[in-house]
């Protein structure tokens, strides 16, 4: 079957091209973080001031986000950022679940000491930057574990996903931390610091799961961990759905 060949990177097409994902990257990027929020209007003009583009790549960009799932758009209100549904979230959690467990069982066989201590570390970053006790004097979080934070993340958010890409990165299969990925950049990342944040007990939850996680790891033990990691994700899509079933559509679409 004959397919249109793809623009040359040095074109006007292929430059194109780059400068729309470019932008939809950057206004993903700022929605991830919270930057702009769930619910609000993403007005073209003000967009294409802010990334200093013009109108056009940031229209083909918001197209991008919409066919991704993002952002819709809603009668006399134009583009905004879609509320997710609760369900979507609970599915994408399932999803999320059973591919973390495997990226465990996968690093019970390349993990080390000094990928277990970086795991501890970010965990106590996570304690210490969310406002829960510190059982003890946490170290400082080492270059590895601050590899690969979301963009404009908050300090909670880069600290929880770093414990998380660390795993995955030791996992060794890059085509798993991709699909990891994908369901994470669904949902804006600064909600899940909401919770945290909102919910103490929750909070804590989170921690203790994180340590029989590193617990599970540290003994060899690949089913505990698949376990314990499979348990630790459904709880907290079940938290971040809840978040957003307590509160109406109005809150963010007024």
């Known amino acids: 079957m004959d397919t249109a060949p793809l623009p ?32 609000a209007q993403l007005r073209q003009v003000e967009l294409a001031e802010l990334l200093g583009v013009s109108r056009t790549p940031v ?17 006399n209100r134009g583009a905004v ?14 999803i999320r679940a059973e591919l973390e467990g495997l990226a465990c069982v996968r690093a019970v066989r390349a993990v080390t000491p000094e990928v277990l201590r970086e795991l501890r570390e970010a965990n106590e970053t996570v304690r210490a930057v969310s406002g829960g006790p510190k059982p003890g004097e946490g170290s400082r979080p080492s270059a590895s574990t601050q590899a690969s934070p ?9 600290a929880n996903d770093c414990f998380h890409t660390l ?11 991709r699909a990891i990925k994908d369901i994470n950049e669904a949902f804006p990342r600064n909600v899940s610091a909401l919770v945290l944040q909102d919910n103490p007990r929750h909070r804590e939850d989170n921690l203790r799961e994180h340590e029989r996680i590193v617990e599970a790891l540290a003994a060899e033990d690949a089913e505990r961990a698949r376990s314990e990691m499979k348990a630790h994700v459904i709880s907290a899509g079940e938290q971040l759905a ?10 963010f679409r007024g």
């Open 242 to 251: 809840r978040w957003y079933e307590q509160r109406s559509a109005t809150v």
């Open 150 to 158: 979301a963009p404009n993340a908050s300090p909670s958010t880069s």
């Open 59 to 75: 229209r083909e960009a918001l197209r991008q986000l919409q066919a991704g799932g993002l952002i819709e758009v809603l009668p």
């Open 8 to 39: 040359d990177a040095d074109s006007p097409a292929g430059k194109g091209k780059a400068l729309v994902d470019d932008t939809a990257a950057a206004i993903r990027a700022r929605i991830l973080s919270g930057e702009i929020p769930i619910g």
């Open 81 to 94: 950022v879609r509320v997710p549904a609760p369900w979507e979230v609970r599915e994408a959690y399932e």
């Open 167 to 177: 795993i995955h990165t030791v996992a060794g299969n890059r085509r798993l931390a």
